[in-house]
């Protein structure tokens, strides 16, 4: 069977986003509108997994679709929504918590490091995680999700759940006129450069909200007088930047660093070097600061902007899960009646 070349992505509105939110998976969402369907959810049901603080789950669901709008996602061409408003990745999450087995559920590696020693106390959403982001996916029968090196985890159950649907309603599936599988076996696309941005503090870390330095991260509505500080006094080792990226190795921070440059300016950490081997901090960090402020505080402005009119946020949320939700109740109805329910 052929499905629609299409695209599912969300990012959960759990904290402030930052520059490893825009450059590991915003900022990759605008080009796949010129080549597929695009669909990109605020994922807040996953947020609630673990507690928030209702007004800040509020107010991070119009800064992510903000921040979605002003990188460069059209919502007239993409579908953006926040997933709450589509009740059909709930009930299709139920069902696929009845296709999928306990063991899988216990292997997954972020369950684990979240829970750690104190997993009889986490909630049961957390546990369950996986088979929502399974729901989201094929709830649109996507064919393909970019996602990070964090994510394939939970990619490779998707692709477990859908096979395994389509190997128990094999019967069920023909009989309502699907030739062959009824989910698609989603793809990975291939991520981009910079996709672990590391904390300014610290290069051994991954950028995080939860920080202990305000200058370790850089977030994306931070102003331009601010980017250009957490840059400067980033930490470095004493060295020059080497002129090959071999030089690199056992040097996180200047890795790091020399990372984003080449993110934020489309170039490879070669052609980085090639410019800036062999001159000091003084020198790249000034140029990296300028690079950053043209790239994000434009952004920045623009989320500001947006977040400010929740009348026009809410209409383009509203409008979004309105087009989602024609997409998605009429798989939902084919899985129904899959499924044996009485309609």
């Given at each position: ?149 964090d994510q394939r985890q939970h990619l490779e159950l998707t692709r477990d759940i859908a096979k395994k649907f389509n190997h128990d309603f094999k019967k069920q599936i023909k009989s309502a006129g699907f030739k062959d599988e009824f989910f698609p ?159």
């Open positions: 069977m052929a499905f629609t070349p299409r695209v599912f992505s969300g990012i959960k509105p759990s904290g402030d986003l930052h520059l490893g939110n825009y450059l590991g998976a915003i900022r990759r969402f605008v080009p796949l509108q010129e080549t597929h369907e695009t669909i990109y959810c605020v994922v807040d049901m996953h947020a609630i997994t673990v507690w928030q603080d209702p007004e800040d789950l509020r107010r991070w669901t119009y800064e992510i679709a903000a921040a979605y709008i002003a990188a460069g996602v059209d919502p007239t061409r993409s579908i953006i929504f926040n997933q709450s408003q589509v009740m059909e990745h709930a009930e299709l999450s139920w069902v696929f918590n009845c296709v999928a087995r306990m063991g899988w559920m216990a292997r997954m590696t972020q369950f684990k490091d979240k829970a750690g020693e104190n997993s009889e106390n986490v909630s049961l959403g957390l546990f369950a995680y996986p088979s929502l982001m399974a729901a989201d996916i094929l709830l649109y029968k996507a064919t393909a999700v970019p996602v990070g090196e076996i989603t793809e990975t696309l291939a991520t981009g450069p910079a996709m672990r941005v590391k904390s300014l503090k610290d290069g051994t870390k991954k950028m995080s909200k939860s920080e202990a330095s305000d200058l370790a991260t850089i977030y994306m509505m931070d102003g331009a007088d601010l980017i250009a500080k957490k840059i400067k006094r980033a930490t470095t080792d004493p060295a020059a930047l080497p002129s090959e990226v071999a030089g690199l190795a056992d040097r996180p921070e200047a890795e790091n660093l020399v990372g984003i440059y080449a993110a934020l300016s489309n170039r490879t950490a070669e052609a980085v070097l090639g410019e800036f081997g062999g001159q000091g901090w003084g020198v790249f960090k000034p140029a990296l600061a300028d690079l950053a402020v043209s790239v994000l505080a434009p952004i920045a402005d623009e989320m500001a902007r947006l977040v400010a009119d929740r009348g026009e946020m809410d209409r383009i949320l509203r409008d979004g899960a309105a087009r989602a939700r024609a997409i998605a109740q009429p798989i939902m109805a084919d899985v129904r009646n899959i499924v044996g329910f009485v309609r």
